[in-house]
């Protein structure tokens, strides 16, 4: 049994930086992927970023050069540090742990932390 619990998320204006926090608590997630979605209203969820067990990133099109995900399996958490951020941004984030990317989706979702970007 696993919990994800998500932290981080605000009201920030275009330009400002955002971290958001993941931690698991029930099992140690040292040998899981994780990654970021993102939904936006009226929109389908959306992966932003995801790493593997050993550390392997990958990012959306959409976010590369300004988002930045990592892992502290010490911690048993991970991150998403969102730069410049643009108002196209703004969406619930959902951290997800399965285990092995092809089916992150539909691995453990936590409910989520609001990043809303408006000036």
């Known amino acids: 049994q696993i919990q994800l619990t998500e932290s981080g998320g605000g009201l920030v204006r275009p330009g400002d930086s955002l971290r958001l926090s993941c931690t698991a608590s029930?099992?140690?997630?040292?040998?899981?992927?994780m990654g970021w979605y993102r939904q936006a209203p009226g929109k389908r969820h959306e992966l932003v970023a995801s790493i593997t067990y050993s550390g392997l990133t990958d990012y959306a099109d959409s976010v590369l050069g300004r988002f930045y995900i990592s892992r502290d399996n010490a911690k048993n958490s991970m991150y998403l540090q969102m730069n410049s951020l643009k108002p196209e941004d703004t969406a619930v984030y959902y951290c997800v742990v399965g285990a092995r990317l092809a089916t992150l989706q539909y691995g453990s979702w936590g409910q989520g932390t609001q990043v809303t970007v408006s000036s």
């Open positions: 029930g099992r140690t997630i040292n040998d899981d992927a």
